[in-house]
């Protein structure tokens, strides 16, 4: 930090906020830390009695906080991502469409391991709603080396940290099970809390079969609806141990790979995931998405939604955050839960 007369101080950085103080009219700073010195400010500067200044001295090899900023942006920023104005030494990221907002841990730790420097962004793997904040970034001090922003940029590896993928899925088939509904002795209230979820990505319903609880029956019905070609099957109901429940065994029976029956999750314990060889994803759901606010359907679906494989190890990773707390007032997804 160096104290130098005002008419020498263009180019140079500010080191504090400086206020300016007109009676009766305004009061506040005039201009910011981190400001760089302009021609056009030193008569502004010098009517505000500010003869001398305190800056940082540019020196070569350094690189002012906002275009440390812009590059830090350029790390990050993909498609579908709209940003601000640099503001301070920070740039701020928000979704310019709906989608799957996914996060490259691995290489943002490795960034963010190195000093002075920071990017922070929501957690990857969630839903986002176009205008929804994504990230932020910004160097510490209001100087940074430029051997520090080129470390940053090896670590990213050429490559943007974040993604916000767009919902590809359109189409979906329900199978029902259970007698009771295919009877008609009690209303099928499962497929709209379904179909509801589905219509929050854009996905609607062509096709759907009521076959009862055989296991062939049900099998039958998944083979009749992958006629249609729906991006998404769904059977919902039949999920558990009991001797009663065969969706698993129907949804193996038809031909689907079962990627995984069950998932540290709850609720949704009981939940299977599997694909068949063209890529469609079957999903069966257990009886707790029905009723519970929130259910591990809620974590999987929108990666479905935006066509994102979902592997055995995605689902085994829930544990940790895996437990919905089941508060009186969900503020789901702004909490803990699949996180």
């Given at each position: 930090?160096?104290?130098?007369?005002?008419?020498?101080?263009?180019?140079?950085?500010?080191?504090?906020?400086?206020?300016q103080i007109i009676p009766g009219q305004y009061k506040g700073p005039r201009?910011?830390?981190?400001?760089?010195?302009?021609?056009?400010?030193?008569?502004?500067?010098?009517?505000?009695?500010?003869?001398?200044?305190?800056?940082?001295?540019?020196?070569?090899?350094?690189?002012?906080?906002?275009?440390?900023?812009?590059?830090?942006?350029?790390?990050?920023?993909?498609?579908?991502?709209?940003?601000?104005?640099?503001?301070?030494?920070?740039?701020?990221?928000?979704?310019?469409?709906?989608?799957?907002?996914?996060?490259?841990?691995?290489?943002?730790?490795?960034?963010?391991?190195?000093?002075?420097?920071?990017?922070?962004?929501?957690?990857?793997?969630?839903?986002?709603?176009?205008?929804?904040?994504?990230?932020?970034?910004?160097?510490?001090?209001?100087?940074?080396?430029?051997?520090?922003?080129?470390?940053?940029?090896?670590?990213?590896?050429?490559?943007?940290?974040l993604e916000l993928l767009p919902w590809k899925l359109k189409t979906a088939?329900?199978?029902?099970?259970?007698?009771?509904?295919?009877?008609?002795?009690?209303?099928?209230?499962?497929?709209?809390?379904?179909?509801?979820?589905?219509?929050?990505?854009?996905?609607?319903?062509?096709?759907?079969?009521?076959?009862?609880?055989?296991?062939?029956a049900i099998a039958n019905a998944i083979l009749d609806v992958r006629r249609?070609?729906?991006?998404?099957?769904?059977?919902?109901?039949?999920?558990?141990?009991?001797?009663?429940?065969?969706?698993?065994?129907?949804?193996?029976?038809?031909?689907?790979?079962?990627?995984?029956?069950?998932?540290?999750?709850?609720?949704?314990?009981?939940?299977?995931?599997?694909?068949?060889?063209?890529?469609?994803?079957?999903?069966?759901?257990?009886?707790?998405?029905?009723?519970?606010?929130?259910?591990?359907?809620?974590?999987?679906?929108?990666?479905?939604?935006?066509?994102?494989?979902?592997?055995?190890?995605?689902?085994?990773?829930?544990?940790?955050?895996?437990?919905?707390?089941?508060?009186?007032?969900?503020?789901?997804?702004?909490?803990?839960?699949?996180?």
């Amino acid at each position: 930090m160096n104290r130098i007369p005002t008419q020498e101080a263009v180019g140079h950085v500010l080191c504090h906020d400086m206020t300016q103080i007109i009676p009766g009219q305004y009061k506040g700073p005039r201009f910011r830390k981190g400001h760089v010195v302009r021609e056009e400010d030193i008569p502004v500067l010098l009517s505000m009695g500010k003869e001398h200044l305190y800056v940082w001295e540019m020196a070569e090899g350094c690189v002012h906080e906002d275009d440390g900023a812009e590059r830090l942006c350029a790390l990050c920023r993909n498609e579908g991502m709209e940003r601000s104005a640099v503001k301070e030494g920070k740039i701020e990221l928000t979704a310019a469409r709906e989608g799957l907002f996914l996060v490259d841990r691995q290489r943002l730790n490795a960034v963010n391991a190195l000093e002075d420097l920071m990017i922070a962004t929501r957690h990857g793997g969630t839903a986002v709603r176009k205008g929804d904040k994504l990230a932020g970034m910004r160097v510490i001090p209001l100087i940074i080396q430029e051997e520090k922003l080129l470390q940053a940029e090896a670590a990213a590896g050429g490559r943007p940290l974040l993604e916000l993928l767009p919902w590809k899925l359109k189409t979906a088939a329900i199978v029902t099970t259970g007698n009771e509904v295919a009877k008609g002795l009690i209303a099928d209230s499962f497929t709209p809390v379904v179909e509801g979820k589905l219509s929050e990505f854009g996905i609607r319903t062509v096709e759907h079969r009521l076959p009862g609880d055989g296991v062939e029956a049900i099998a039958n019905a998944i083979l009749d609806v992958r006629r249609a070609k729906p991006d998404l099957i769904l059977c919902t109901g039949g999920m558990s141990v009991d001797p009663d429940d065969n969706t698993p065994g129907a949804v193996k029976r038809s031909g689907a790979d079962i990627v995984a029956y069950g998932a540290p999750v709850l609720p949704g314990a009981m939940f299977l995931l599997g694909y068949f060889e063209d890529g469609t994803p079957i999903v069966g759901l257990p009886g707790c998405v029905m009723y519970a606010k929130r259910t591990i359907f809620d974590l999987v679906l929108p990666k479905l939604a935006a066509g994102v494989p979902v592997a055995r190890e995605d689902l085994t990773t829930l544990g940790e955050g895996g437990l919905c707390l089941g508060c009186e007032v969900c503020t789901y997804p702004n909490c803990g839960f699949g996180k």
